[in-house]
């Protein structure tokens, strides 16, 4: 039951353009939405999120962009560094209280 | 900044055996949570706990395992005979009342 569904295991982006990682979920109770950065060897760190009356939450150089009627979100990151090398993970909770529900997240590569 | 702190980083048992993996949330949070993640598959939830009790399990959480948070500060994760599919990375996490959570750097069990 993939309830968060990230369907690119792995993106290569060059230095300096923008990375765009998708994310779509099949549950309408949710309403929270957030990305998670994780590195080998360390737990995820959270970056980015958005509430389901929003469409777009900014943070430097990430923008989260949540379509409701779509049920899709994408984070991107422009420009791209290679420290933002890392597995990006999608979640999703239902309330404030709720457990986070992730996605099996996406491995990006940003190539110098 | 604050910091969620797992211990042991790596930890080798014997199938069988009794693990308890450790953790410390940050002191002024109030919801607890351990999650995994089987190596190269996503970050599955565990449990939740508030207020000294669990609020929430997923099917994982079978009878073998358990949780406590036992002097107010620490709060631990036990399997109580550890099979060859418990390895994986585990990881505890700790939020207060907004919506995001802080993770540990997680403890890698390993069964053999």
């Known amino acids: 039951d993939q309830q968060v569904k990230q369907n690119s295991p792995s993106l290569s982006v060059q230095e300096g353009r923008i990375s765009i990682l998708n994310c779509d979920y099949t549950?309408?109770?949710?309403?929270?939405f957030l990305w998670y950065k994780k590195y080998p060897a360390e737990g995820p760190t959270f970056l980015i999120s958005?509430?389901?009356?929003?469409d777009k939450n900014e943070d430097g150089r990430f923008t989260v962009f949540l379509n409701k009627s779509a049920k899709h979100l994408s984070l991107h990151i422009v420009p791209s560094q290679p420290g933002d090398s890392a597995v990006y993970f999608c979640a999703a909770k239902k309330t404030s209280y709720d457990k986070v529900i992730f996605g099996p997240g996406t491995s990006l590569s940003v190539i110098p | 900044e604050p910091e969620v702190t797992q211990t042991p980083s790596h930890q080798v048992t014997q199938m069988g055996q009794e693990v308890i993996l450790r953790c410390v949330p940050i002191?002024?949070?109030?919801?607890f949570y351990w999650y995994r993640q089987i190596l190269g598959q996503k970050v599955e939830f565990l449990v939740s706990?508030?207020?000294?009790?669990?609020?929430?399990k997923s099917e994982i959480f079978d009878d073998q395992f358990s949780v406590e948070r036992p002097d107010g500060s620490n709060f631990t994760l036990k399997i109580r005979s550890t099979k060859l599919e418990d390895s994986a990375m585990y990881f505890c996490?700790?939020?207060?009342?907004?919506?995001?959570?802080?993770f540990g750097s997680g403890t890698r069990l390993t069964v053999v």
């Open positions: 706990f508030y207020n000294n009790e669990i609020s929430e």
């Open positions: 958005i509430s389901s009356i929003k």
């Open positions: 996490a700790s939020k207060d009342r907004s919506y995001g959570y802080t």
């Open positions: 549950n309408s109770m949710f309403d929270y």
């Open positions: 002191s002024n949070h109030l919801y």
